[in-house]
T-cell receptor, first 112, second 114 residues
Framework: AQSVAQPEDQVNVAEGNPLTVKCTYS??????LFWYVQYPNRGLQFLLK??????LVKGSYGFEAEFNKSQTSFHLKKPSALVSDSALYFC??????????FGKGTRLHILP | DGGITQSPKYLFRKEGQNVTLSCEQN?????MYWYRQDPGQGLRLIYY???????QKGDIAEGYSVSREKKESFPLTVTSAQKNPTAFYLC?????????????FGAGSRLTVL
């Protein structure tokens, strides 16, 4: 069965510092990997995805993620955090059957 | 504008009552999904549908039912058999492309059982 793990419930980062939000996955076969962001009482918004090709994926709002097949990871990164990046971040994985599974989420706090 | 509309936004229910949450999309998407969100547990898949008149159970389908009579609509019924129904429910959709396509989410429905 496929699964996604986000090992940190919360990440605190000072504004202007680089940020990393971790994600590891377990699937049979080649995964499709996604990052979404959620603001309070709202639905999720898409940030970026990895389907195939270049392991470094660039997405919205300056975020990027690196697919690492040997470590089964897809960590989200940003070189310089903004206070407005504070939100709940979800990693998701699917294989070819349209069943899309999400992690538990990581709350990102950017401290001014 | 294209998107997903969930209604109602807030719903209160007494124990023992069934309640139906509406999800409508005008994106011409083939696949539709229902997730449940609880604090500290992330999003858990309840049901999903890849085509009209067909749907599959997700990881927590017990106590829920769905129908997919039209491409645009995927209502979720929370039955009295669901032991702990208070949660935030999210509907989503995407084009049917074997799991590679991005999900578009509705704004959610918050159900509270009194």
């Amino acid at each position: 069965a496929q699964s996604v793990a986000q090992p940190e419930d919360q990440v605190n980062v000072a504004e202007g510092n680089p940020l990393t939000v971790k994600c590891t996955y377990s699937v049979s076969g080649n995964p499709y990997l996604f990052w979404y962001v959620q603001y309070p009482n709202r639905g999720l918004q898409f940030l970026l995805k990895y389907i195939t090709g270049d392991n470094l994926v660039k997405g919205s709002y300056g975020f990027e993620a690196e697919f690492n097949k040997s470590q089964t990871s897809f960590h989200l990164k940003k070189p310089s955090a903004l206070v407005s990046d504070s939100a709940l971040y979800f990693c998701a994985v699917s294989v070819r059957d349209d069943k899309i599974i999400f992690g538990k989420g990581t709350r990102l706090h950017i401290l001014p | 504008d294209g998107g997903i509309t969930q209604s109602p936004k807030y719903l209160f229910r007494k124990e023992g009552q069934n309640v139906t949450l509406s999800c409508e999309q005008n994106l011409n998407h083939d696949a539709m999904y229902w997730y449940r969100q609880d604090p500290g547990q992330g999003l858990r898949l309840i049901y999903y549908s890849q085509i009209v008149n067909d749907f599959q159970k997700g990881d927590i389908a017990e106590g829920y039912s769905v129908s997919r009579e039209k491409k645009e609509s995927f209502p979720l019924t929370v039955t009295s058999a669901q032991k702990n129904p208070t949660a935030f429910y999210l509907c989503a959709s995407n084009t049917n492309a074997g799991g590679a396509n991005v999900l578009t989410f509705g704004a959610g429905s918050r159900l509270t059982v009194l």
